[in-house]
């Protein structure tokens, strides 16, 4: 009889050791989505940031193209447009206002010997929706208004007249 109550122990520990395999394996179907979700979340932060990115980079030349001048003139404006076509971030239309938009920029003629000599290039373009992938994780909703970047920059007028 003892022999008997061997036997059983065997097979009953061999039976547990496979439930522990399977509940691993449960585990794992279950983590490894979650996982490569989140590991996969990260490229629309790196768009995003990289997009902001373009953007300041763009506002500098302006910036500098600006300071030359002594104002944030038409052709500034259409030289920075072209730059954003080429990196993908076109003119768009979006609540009735033309993107990229540039309300607030200098555009009367500053002098380098004036009292004031400061020239600002402002420039806003929607940014990315990011409010989606909060949807899909359960938290926020997809249908918030995207965000704006806004990049404000100030230099010191060059121009001499």
């Not at 003892?2 to 039976?15: D, E, F, I, Q, Y």
């Not at 990115?53 to 030289?79: C, R, W, Y």
């Not at 768009?92 to 993107?99: A, N, Q, S």
């Amino acid at each position: 009889m003892s022999r008997c109550k061997t036997v059983l122990w065997k097979h009953g520990n061999r039976r547990l050791s496979n439930e522990k395999g399977m509940s691993n394996l449960l585990v794992m179907l279950l983590i490894m989505p979650l996982l490569l979700f989140l590991s996969l979340l990260i490229v629309p932060f790196f768009v995003y940031t990289m997009k902001l990115d373009h953007l300041n980079a763009i506002a500098n030349h302006a910036m500098k193209e600006a300071e030359a001048v002594g104002s944030f003139t038409p052709a500034i404006a259409q030289s920075t447009r072209e730059r954003l076509t080429k990196l993908g971030m076109g003119e768009v239309t979006e609540g009735g206002i033309d993107y990229p938009d540039f309300t607030g920029s200098t555009v009367d003629k500053v002098l380098r010997d004036d009292p004031d000599p400061v020239i600002t290039v402002t420039i806003r373009y929607p940014a990315p929706r990011l409010a989606t992938l909060l949807s899909a994780i359960g938290g926020g909703s997809a249908d918030r208004k995207s965000g704006k970047f806004r990049v404000v920059l100030q230099g010191r007028s060059e121009a001499y007249e």
